[in-house]
C-alpha cells in the first residue's frame, strides 16, 4: 500500500530565510507526486507535481522539489519564504495523475516569523 | 471558472440526524473524490467516480455513509444518523483524470455533529 510521511509537523522560520520541508513516500512503482498548500478555511491549492522526467520540478509561488529516488523522497523547497507563505502543507502520492485517489501525508504546520 | 463547489460551508447537527453534503465539480472534469480531514487522521480518500459511476468506496467508513452522483455536475455525501465522531472537515475534489491532471478541491464542508 502507498503511504507518505512528512516527519515534521510543525515548522517554524524567519521571513526572508531558505524553507526546506520534508516528504517520505512508500510505493511500488513510479509514483505521482504532489505538494498541495492549504490556508486556513480553505481547501488544498496544488503549488507542483511530479510525473517524470526531469527530477526538480517548479511549481507556483516560488516554490520547487526535487525527487530523489534512491532515498524515496520528494522535499519542497523555497529559497525566501514570504509572511503569505504561512499554511498547512501536504505531500500526497498517486498511481495516476488525476485517475485515482491521491494518498496525503498528515501534513506540515508552516509558521513564519517576522 | 468557478471551481469546485461545495455547500453547505458550515454544518451543526444534533446527534442521530441525517447530514447531506454537497458538491459541483468542475464542468468536464469526469473523476470526482470525496475526503474527510480531521486532525487525528488527517485527509482520507473516502470515495471516488469516474463518469458518475463509484469506482471506489472502500474509504467509506461505515454503513452509515453514502454517496451519489446522479448526474456529472452533481454529487452527495450523506451521513445518516450521524455520530459526534463524524465531525471533520468533508472535501469535494474533481479532475480531467489524464497523467497531466491534478486534483482540484473544494473549500470543505466543516460538519460538526453534537
Known amino acids: 500500500a502507498q503511504s507518505v510521511t512528512q516527519p515534521d509537523i510543525h515548522i517554524t522560520v524567519s521571513e526572508g530565510a531558505s524553507l526546506e520541508l520534508r516528504c517520505n513516500y512508500s510505493?511500488?512503482?513510479?509514483?505521482?507526486l504532489f505538494w498541495y498548500v492549504q490556508s486556513p478555511g480553505q481547501g488544498l491549492q496544488l503549488l507542483l507535481k511530479?510525473?517524470?522526467?526531469?527530477?526538480l520540478v517548479q511549481g507556483i509561488k516560488g516554490f520547487e522539489a526535487e525527487f530523489k529516488r534512491s532515498q524515496s523522497s520528494f522535499n519542497l523547497r523555497k529559497p525566501s519564504v514570504h509572511w503569505s507563505d504561512a499554511a498547512e502543507y501536504f505531500c500526497?502520492?498517486?498511481?495516476?495523475?488525476?485517475?485515482?485517489?491521491?494518498?496525503f501525508g498528515k501534513g506540515t504546520h508552516l509558521i513564519i516569523q517576522p | 471558472d468557478a471551481g469546485v463547489i461545495q455547500s453547505p460551508r458550515h454544518e451543526v447537527t444534533e446527534m442521530g440526524q441525517e447530514v447531506t453534503l454537497r458538491c459541483k465539480p468542475i464542468?468536464?472534469?469526469?473523476?470526482l473524490f470525496w475526503y474527510r480531514q480531521t486532525m487525528m487522521r488527517g485527509l482520507e480518500l473516502l470515495i471516488y467516480?469516474?463518469?458518475?459511476?463509484?469506482?471506489?468506496d472502500s474509504g467509506m467508513p461505515e454503513d452509515r455513509f453514502s454517496a451519489k452522483m446522479p448526474n456529472a455536475s452533481f454529487s452527495t455525501l450523506k451521513i445518516q444518523p450521524s455520530e459526534p465522531r463524524d465531525s471533520a472537515v468533508y472535501f469535494c475534489?474533481?479532475?480531467?483524470?489524464?497523467?497531466?491532471?491534478?486534483?482540484?478541491f473544494g473549500n470543505g464542508t466543516r460538519l460538526t455533529v453534537t
Open positions: 475534489a474533481s479532475s480531467l483524470g489524464g497523467d497531466n491532471s491534478p486534483l482540484h
Open positions: 510505493y511500488g512503482a513510479t509514483p505521482y
Open positions: 511530479y510525473f517524470s522526467g526531469d527530477t
Open positions: 500526497a502520492v498517486g498511481s495516476g495523475g488525476g485517475a485515482d485517489g491521491l494518498t
Open positions: 464542468s468536464g472534469h469526469d473523476y
Open positions: 467516480f469516474n463518469n458518475n459511476v463509484p469506482i471506489d
